[in-house]
């Protein structure tokens, strides 16, 4: 792989961004540290995953997440430490949930010729349920976790009194009749702008996280025994999306009306909906994309060209016919 310096981005903001990656925070007097400014330079991926065998994305050595593996390999890639090339992914899945749009970002003291070549590589190293879909360069001031505008997530419902056991791994059985209508228009009392407080389960991994999201959209989707169910929100808190499911399903037997959504709501008591919903299975859960302004997309003047995979050569060797 090609390791020739290009002209970007400038040194300042590499290392506010590089050190930004670390610690999700902006170092505030960078010029004051006594160390030689060394060019840097930012990549983007979006990655798919089957989460059931992964202690979720974030970073621990056992049990293993997708973070750890992903970090290992470019560990063996690009001869860098974790620290850094500090890897950041947009959103911290939970265990056993997928994703098929999880944005991460990686710094590097050295460019590339090509990404192709990197993009390969990462591949190989990785294991079969986890693939690199995209990667490209990006801008200094990029964050894959704190520059998203919006998220959105899938919740897979088999509602059939037989599963089908191809897809087990990534829906939720509901061997009970859903009444899809009921649910869909419950998902609406969720759109807008509220305190989700009581769909929040306890978690010490960001002390306490604004309990006030937007959510844009909740579509419960029918696919003939298949209800999917998609939602679009500004963030959301540890566990919220499984929670919201977890309501609708109840709405979806009828043991609920559409209207107890908003009375949940009200309450900002994660106690008062454990009285009537649990938790939905994280494996009918993926995260589907996560979503930026266009103009942080829009890799930096001289970066390679954005590598989606590419195609084996078939060798041009004559083969002889008998």
């Known amino acids: 792989m090609g390791s020739s310096l ?21 170092i505030a007097d960078p010029v004051s540290f006594a160390m030689p400014i060394q060019p840097s330079y930012k990549w983007r991926m979006v990655i798919a995953y089957d989460g059931t065998k992964y202690s979720g994305w974030q970073y621990q050595d056992k049990p293993p997440t997708v973070q750890c593996i992903i970090e290992k390999a470019l560990m063996r890639i690009t001869k860098l430490e974790r620290k850094q090339f500090c890897l950041v992914g947009a959103s911290r899945t939970d265990t056993g949930v997928h994703a ?3 944005v991460a970002h990686f710094v ?20 079969h349920g986890i693939r690199v879909r995209e990667i490209s360069g990006a801008q200094p001031d990029f964050h894959a976790r704190f520059s998203t505008k919006s998220k959105i997530y899938h919740y897979k419902i088999y509602n059939d009194p037989v599963m089908d056991p191809f897809q087990r791994l990534f829906v939720y059985h509901s061997a009970y009749r859903l009444n899809a209508a009921v649910m869909k228009e419950a998902a609406k009392f969720f759109v807008g702008r509220h305190d989700f407080s009581a769909f929040e389960n306890a978690s010490s991994r960001d002390g306490k996280a ?16 298949l209800l999917q169910l998609e939602v679009e929100g500004s963030g959301f808190l540890y566990r919220q999306v499984r929670n919201m499911v977890a309501l609708l399903v109840q709405v979806g037997r ?3 009306p559409p209207d107890v959504v908003p009375k949940i709501l009200a309450t900002q008591d994660r106690k008062e909906l454990a009285k009537v919903a649990l938790s939905a299975p994280p494996h009918g859960l993926c995260l589907m994309s996560v979503n930026y302004s266009q103009e942080l997309l829009e890799p930096p003047l001289g970066s390679p060209v954005t590598s989606f995979g590419r195609y084996h050569t078939v060798s041009k060797c004559k083969i002889p016919y008998y």
Request: hydrophobic share 45%; charged share 15%; aromatic share 10%.
């Open 254 to 256: 009828e043991s609920l």
């Open 100 to 102: 098929w749009g999880q």
């Open 210 to 225: 604004d309990p006030v999201k937007e959510i844009f959209r909740f579509d419960v989707v029918e696919m003939g025994a």
């Open 108 to 127: 590097t003291p050295f460019s590339y010729d090509s990404l192709d070549s990197l993009h390969a590589a990462l591949n190989g190293l990785l294991p």
């Open 6 to 26: 290009l002209a970007y981005p400038s040194p300042l903001n590499a290392i506010l961004a590089s050190n930004a990656s670390c610690q999700d925070s902006i």
